[in-house]
């Protein structure tokens, strides 16, 4: 079934780098636009990063440009987020998930990952 | 940058209809998108394209968008619906792109 597993969060000291990977199945990973997204504890969603379906073009959210690096394998059918120079506030669990069409990158996330936690501190 | 603003809370009785509003300047020009989220889950889709519902997804909850507001109505609201709710926009500027969510709404059934 179409699957989406992340993984790579832990604790981290302020300034630290991490990288988190998720891990796709189920489904053409390589036609799809994908997102991360993060949610820290008692919070709303917000968006962190997007990366095209070949990853020609990326996007990162205002508060982590300069910091932070979406990537991806088609290969592998895995996406990745490298995280440096950490803060406090960046701890949050994140989720990657699938743009809900092939090729779309403005509709609407359809499937979504259990997330991974990023503790800073 | 883009904000989208919602109501922190909303409350409705069963069997009621329930409408969540997110508000953005010029939200009509713009496809929103919304999901529901219960404690300790992922987000669902629940409308995209202002109105389109994915399969699975009961007629109960309905989108639109016009103006500098885009609602989502959920219609007979059962006590299964009680969650968090949020509204999402794809946002276009000449050398940007970006994902804005909603500070999302609180549903509750009395």
């Known amino acids: 079934q179409v699957q989406l597993v992340e993984s790579g969060g832990g604790v981290v000291q302020p300034g630290r780098s991490l990288r988190l990977s998720c891990a796709a199945s189920?489904?053409?990973?390589?036609?799809?636009?994908m997102h991360w997204v993060r949610q820290s504890p008692g919070k709303g969603l917000e968006w962190v990063a997007g990366?095209?379906?070949?990853?020609?073009?990326?996007y990162q959210g205002d508060s982590v440009k300069g910091r932070f690096t979406v990537s991806r394998d088609n290969s592998e059918n895995t996406l990745y987020l490298q995280m440096s120079s950490l803060r406090a506030e960046d701890t949050a669990v994140y989720s990657c998930?699938?743009?809900?069409?092939?090729?779309?990158?403005?509709?609407?996330?359809?499937?979504w990952g259990q997330g991974t936690t990023v503790i800073v501190s | 940058s883009y904000v989208l603003t919602q109501p922190p809370s909303v409350s409705v009785a069963p069997g009621q209809t329930a409408s969540i509003i997110c508000g953005g300047h010029n939200i009509g020009g713009k496809s929103v998108h919304w999901y529901h989220q219960k404690p300790g889950q992922a987000p669902v889709l629940l409308i995209y394209y202002d109105s389109d519902r994915p399969s699975g997804i009961p007629e109960r909850f309905s989108g639109s968008n016009s103006g500098d507001t885009a609602t989502l109505t959920i219609s007979r609201v059962e006590a299964g619906d009680e969650a968090d709710y949020y509204c999402?926009?794809?946002?276009?500027?000449?050398?940007?792109?970006?994902?804005?969510f909603g500070g999302g709404t609180k549903l509750t059934v009395l």
């Open positions: 999402q926009v794809w946002h276009s500027t000449t050398s940007d792109h970006q994902v804005v």
């Open positions: 998930a699938r743009a809900g069409r092939p090729y779309e990158p403005a509709v609407g996330m359809d499937v």
């Open positions: 990366i095209w379906h070949d990853g020609s073009q990326k």
């Open positions: 189920g489904f053409s990973f390589s036609s799809y636009v």
